[in-house]
C-alpha cells in the first residue's frame, strides 16, 4: 500500500490582533481557524483548538502588544496546546516581537530578554519563527529554529513613491538606523541624512538631538525608524530638522508602539505626517489626524505561503529583508 501525505495549512489568531490575522487569512484564502481563550478567575489563561491540528503545519499569529506579557503568555500557551494536539510543524507568527530592545547588556546584572522570549518560544515548541522588523538582526541568532525576518520596507517604499520622492532625504534618527535608512535611500534615489542623538545616561525615554549630518535645507525630510514608541528620539529629531531648515518632517516607522506621552509629542512636534503599519493594533484614541496606517498583512500573507511550501523568503524581498 502506497500511502500519499496530505499537507494541511491551519491559521489560528491569539486575542492581541485579530484583524490583522483576519487580513492574513483573507490573502491566504484560508479560514481563520477557531481556538477557544479564555481567563480563569485568578487570572490564569486556558485554550483549546476547536479542530483537529494533527499532522497540520500550524501558524499562529501574536503580536506582542500591551499587555506584552499577557501577550507573550497566551502565544506560548497556544505553542503548547497545538504541540500537544499532535501538529507536525508550528510556526510562531510574531509582526511585534516583545522585549526586543533589550537585546544587550547597556550596563552591568542587566538581563538580555529578547533572549529569554527566545527560548521560552523554542522551549513551548516553535519549529519556526516569523517577525516583522527586529529592532536588531542579532535577535535572530538568540533562536535555535530557523527565523524568517521580513520587512516592512516595500509597503512603506510604494507609499513614499506614491508621493513624489523628488527632493526628498531620507532621514536615520540615529546611528543605529543608518543602514536601514540607506537602504530606503537607495531605492527612492534620494539623499540620506543623519541625525546625532544622544541619550543621557541612567534616564529612560529621554533623547537630546545634536546636530545633523547632510543637507536638508529647504527639503522634505522623511525619518526612517523600526518604531514610535513614547516618539521621543523621532519629535527630538524631527524639531531639529525643522530647525535646520527643513520645509516638511513626515516620521516613518513599522511598529507603532505609541505609549504615552507618544500622541501629544506627536501632535506638538515639528511633524507634519506620521505613517506607521498595522503589525500592532493601534485604538481608536492613539490615532491623530496626521497619522496614516498601511498594512503588511500581504507580505505576513506571502511569507506564510513561502513557508508551507518550502520556498524562499527572501526572494519576496529581494534579499533586502537581512538585518
Same mark, same amino acid.
Given at each position: 500500500?502506497?500511502?500519499?501525505?496530505?499537507?494541511?495549512?491551519?491559521?489560528?489568531?491569539?486575542?492581541?490582533?485579530?484583524?490583522?490575522?483576519?487580513?492574513?487569512?483573507?490573502?491566504?484564502?484560508?479560514?481563520?481557524?477557531?481556538?477557544?481563550?479564555?481567563?480563569?478567575?485568578? !487570572?490564569?489563561?486556558?485554550? $483549546?483548538?476547536? /479542530?483537529?491540528?494533527? !499532522?497540520?503545519?500550524?501558524?499562529?499569529? /501574536?503580536?506582542?502588544?500591551?499587555? *506584552?506579557?499577557?501577550?507573550?503568555?497566551?502565544?506560548?500557551?497556544?505553542?503548547?496546546?497545538?504541540?500537544?494536539?499532535?501538529?507536525?510543524?508550528?510556526? #510562531?507568527?510574531?509582526?511585534?516581537?516583545?522585549?526586543? $530592545?533589550?537585546?544587550?547588556?547597556?550596563?552591568?546584572? %542587566?538581563?538580555?530578554?529578547?533572549?529569554?522570549?527566545?527560548?521560552?518560544?523554542?522551549?513551548?515548541?516553535?519549529?519556526?519563527?516569523?517577525?516583522?522588523?527586529?529592532?536588531?538582526?542579532?535577535? /535572530?541568532?538568540?533562536?535555535?529554529?530557523?527565523?524568517?525576518?521580513?520587512?516592512?520596507?516595500?509597503?512603506?517604499?510604494?507609499?513614499? $513613491?506614491?508621493?513624489?520622492? /523628488?527632493?526628498?532625504?531620507?532621514?536615520?534618527?540615529?546611528?543605529?538606523?543608518?543602514?536601514?535608512?540607506?537602504?530606503?535611500?537607495?531605492?527612492? !534615489?534620494?539623499?540620506?541624512?543623519?541625525?546625532?542623538?544622544?541619550?543621557?545616561? !541612567?534616564?529612560?525615554?529621554?533623547?537630546?538631538?545634536?546636530?545633523?549630518?547632510?543637507?536638508?535645507?529647504?527639503?522634505?525630510?522623511?525619518?526612517?525608524?523600526?518604531?514610535?514608541?513614547?516618539?521621543?528620539?523621532?519629535?527630538?529629531?524631527?524639531?531639529?530638522?525643522?530647525?535646520?531648515?527643513?520645509? %516638511?518632517?513626515? #516620521?516613518? #516607522?513599522?511598529?507603532? *508602539?505609541?505609549?504615552?506621552?507618544?500622541?501629544?509629542?506627536?501632535?506638538?512636534?515639528?511633524?507634519?505626517?506620521?505613517?506607521?503599519?498595522?503589525?500592532?493594533?493601534?485604538?481608536?484614541?492613539?490615532?491623530?489626524?496626521?497619522?496614516?496606517?498601511?498594512?503588511?498583512? $500581504?507580505?505576513?500573507?506571502?511569507?506564510?505561503? #513561502?513557508?508551507?511550501?518550502?520556498?524562499?523568503?527572501?526572494?519576496?524581498?529581494?534579499?533586502?529583508?537581512?538585518?
Amino acid at each position: 500500500m502506497e500511502l500519499v501525505s496530505r499537507r494541511r495549512l491551519e491559521l489560528f489568531s491569539g486575542r492581541s490582533h485579530p484583524g490583522l490575522a483576519e487580513e492574513i487569512a483573507g490573502h491566504l484564502n484560508v479560514p481563520l481557524g477557531e481556538v477557544f481563550l479564555k481567563e480563569f478567575a485568578n !487570572g490564569e489563561i486556558h485554550c $483549546r483548538f476547536a /479542530q483537529s491540528v494533527r !499532522g497540520a503545519d500550524v501558524f499562529i499569529v /501574536q503580536t506582542h502588544c500591551g499587555p *506584552v506579557n499577557d501577550s507573550i503568555l497566551e502565544h506560548l500557551i497556544m505553542i503548547d496546546a497545538a504541540k500537544r494536539a499532535s501538529a507536525k510543524r508550528i510556526t #510562531a507568527v510574531c509582526p511585534y516581537y516583545g522585549y526586543s $530592545r533589550q537585546d544587550r547588556k547597556a550596563t552591568g546584572r %542587566e538581563p538580555i530578554t529578547s533572549k529569554l522570549v527566545a527560548d521560552m518560544l523554542s522551549v513551548a515548541g516553535v519549529d519556526r519563527v516569523v517577525s516583522v522588523d527586529l529592532h536588531s538582526g542579532q535577535i /535572530q541568532g538568540f533562536f535555535d529554529v530557523p527565523v524568517d525576518h521580513l520587512t516592512a520596507m516595500p509597503v512603506l517604499i510604494d507609499y513614499l $513613491r506614491a508621493n513624489d520622492p /523628488q527632493g526628498m532625504v531620507v532621514v536615520a534618527p540615529d546611528a543605529g538606523r543608518v543602514k536601514v535608512a540607506e537602504r530606503f535611500s537607495q531605492n527612492l !534615489g534620494t539623499d540620506l541624512a543623519l541625525v546625532h542623538k544622544r541619550r543621557p545616561r !541612567g534616564t529612560a525615554n529621554t533623547v537630546e538631538a545634536r546636530e545633523v549630518v547632510g543637507e536638508v535645507v529647504g527639503r522634505r525630510c522623511v525619518i526612517i525608524d523600526d518604531m514610535i514608541d513614547t516618539a521621543g528620539t523621532i519629535c527630538a529629531a524631527a524639531d531639529l530638522l525643522s530647525e535646520r531648515g527643513a520645509t %516638511e518632517v513626515w #516620521a516613518m #516607522a513599522t511598529h507603532g *508602539v505609541l505609549s504615552d506621552p507618544a500622541t501629544d509629542r506627536l501632535k506638538a512636534s515639528a511633524v507634519s505626517r506620521v505613517v506607521v503599519t498595522n503589525t500592532l493594533p493601534i485604538p481608536e484614541h492613539r490615532r491623530i489626524e496626521k497619522m496614516e496606517i498601511l498594512s503588511v498583512a $500581504r507580505i505576513i500573507a506571502d511569507a506564510i505561503d #513561502a513557508v508551507f511550501e518550502d520556498t524562499s523568503v527572501s526572494k519576496i524581498f529581494g534579499g533586502e529583508n537581512l538585518a
